[in-house]
């Protein structure tokens, strides 16, 4: 079992910047893909950035391409989402996953689940 706890939420201005973490506890990720999704009120939740095993590949939701970068640090067992330029449209609940796989792009894939953290963005 894994459990991913993630941090970083908050408030912020249009413009402004954030950056999430995520780390897993249970057992070592370094073999699993893992990813930011987002969810706004009567949404479904959306794909934002994905990132391989090793860390070598990654993918991106067009919408945050050029904004937002994610990483991670297997020593760590965590994944970030460094949030730049964020617009109003940026705010939901944001979540990472951990796939089966070790590297997806999809939410069907994801079979590990954090609480989520919220962010907010005022204009």
Known sequence: Q???VESGGGLVQAGGSL???CAASGRTVSSNGLAWFRQ???KEREFVAGVSGSGA???YVDSVKGR???SRD???NTVYL???NLKPNDSAD???GMSRSYYALHLSEYIYWGQGTQVTVSS
């Open 2 to 4: 894994v459990q991913l």
């Open 19 to 21: 950056r999430l973490s």
């Open 40 to 42: 706004s009120p009567g």
């Open 57 to 59: 590949s990654t993918n």
């Open 68 to 70: 937002f970068t994610v």
């Open 74 to 76: 297997n020593a760590k």
């Open 82 to 84: 460094q949030m730049n």
């Open 94 to 96: 944001y979540y990472c």
